[in-house]
T-cell receptor, first 111, second 115 residues
């Protein structure tokens, strides 16, 4: 049972445009959500997180939006840069429970 | 056994003890990871092993010592830990290489309490 889903395995975006990565979850207990970025042959890097008491969190070019009623999370990157090309994972948990990760979306930024 | 397994699932230790966490992956992957998960904090990557060689060590204190004897097994040796090291320790594996998603498969974790 995949509690965190990233339904798009890949996404290509023109440099300078907005990249939108989506994530859906099924467990209504989740109250903490994160996005990670992973380059090939490296460990994942934390990008941004959001608590369920908020619906938006912004950090530079990265903004995460949370829609609790739809159980939907999205990451916006604007403007997109070539260095943003990577695999992006969303994750969620509640309390001290183990983080549950999505399967990842490979983002390719086209120069 | 399938997937990624970790033992023990729970561990309570004193600050002077020495213990080891074990991880085993049955997925044929070529990379393994140790993470520390503390409440309401992002997952902290501790160590990455690719093809049994350590490729990343994010300034983890020396009281944590990893060992990767082969591509299926990963250990985390613990000694003279501090109470703030209490957390959930997660092991993960993935297949690194061109054309793969690098999706990580996580074990159930070891919940460590340091008294």
């Amino acid at each position: 049972d995949q509690q965190v889903k990233q339904n798009s395995p890949s996404l290509s975006v023109q440099e300078g445009r907005i990249s939108i990565l989506n994530c859906d979850y099924t467990n209504s207990m989740f109250d903490y959500f994160l996005w990670y970025k992973k380059y090939p042959a490296e460990g994942p890097t934390f990008l941004i997180s959001i608590s369920s008491i908020k619906d938006k969190n912004e950090d530079g070019r990265f903004t995460v939006f949370l829609n609790k009623s739809a159980k939907h999370l999205s990451l916006h990157i604007v403007p997109s840069q070539p260095g943003d090309s990577a695999v992006y994972f969303c994750a969620a948990n509640f309390g001290n429970e183990k983080l549950t990760f999505g399967t990842g979306t490979r983002l390719t930024i086209i120069p | 056994e399938t997937g990624v397994t970790q033992t023990p699932r729970h561990l309570v230790m004193g600050m002077t003890n020495k213990k080891s966490l074990k991880c085993e992956q049955h997925l044929g992957h070529n990379a393994m990871y140790w993470y520390k998960q503390s409440a309401k904090k992002p997952l902290e990557l501790m160590f990455v092993y690719s093809l049994e060689e350590r490729v990343e060590n994010n300034s983890v204190p020396s009281r944590f010592s990893p060992e990767c004897p082969n591509s299926s097994h990963l250990f985390l040796h613990l000694h003279t830990l501090q109470p703030e090291d209490s957390a959930l320790y997660l092991c993960a594996s993935s297949q690194m290489g061109p054309g793969v998603s690098d999706e990580q498969f996580f074990g159930p974790g070891t919940r460590l309490t340091v008294l």
